[in-house]
């Protein structure tokens, strides 16, 4: 990271493609620096690019921060990263079970379901299921 983080501060802000930024911004997020991981994603989107890969990992980057995508966008706090139930659960939104499905399928209760659901919500800074799914196929996570 280290190494990285000083091959980037060579080039000049000038000629510094996007892709500098956002792995820049990465190892910020590893250090547990928010603020600094979201101003290199902001220094990052001031140069659109085509490449998908890059808006990829600026939208995963910015769910790590804790924050819909875009940078004004206020959410949970940061570095939350969902738990494996919460995952076992998502993967069972995506496969449009109810909440009394899910609680069959994982042998749990019905309200530690929706506490499961809750905290998938909060994490991935949605409020509606279909959203958490949607985020979630975004982010490569079901």
């Known amino acids: 990271a280290r190494r990285a983080d000083r091959l980037a501060r060579e080039h000049h802000d000038s000629d510094r493609p996007p892709a500098t930024d956002l792995a820049r911004a990465w190892v910020a997020v590893e250090r547990r620096d928010p603020e600094g991981a979201r101003r290199l994603l ?14 990829w990992a600026s939208t995963l980057l910015r769910s790590r921060l804790g924050a819909a995508p875009g940078p004004d966008a206020d959410g949970p706090p940061y570095g939350q990263a969902l738990s494996a139930k919460e995952l076992e659960v998502l993967n069972h939104l995506a496969a449009l079970l109810s909440t009394e499905e899910i609680a069959a399928a994982m042998f749990i209760s019905v309200n530690t379901v929706k506490t499961h659901v809750r905290s998938i919500l909060r994490k991935l800074a949605v409020s509606r299921r279909n959203q958490a799914v949607r985020r979630a196929q975004q982010l490569g996570l079901v």
């Open 42 to 55: 902001d220094r990052a989107a001031t140069h659109p690019s085509a490449d998908p890969l890059l808006g």
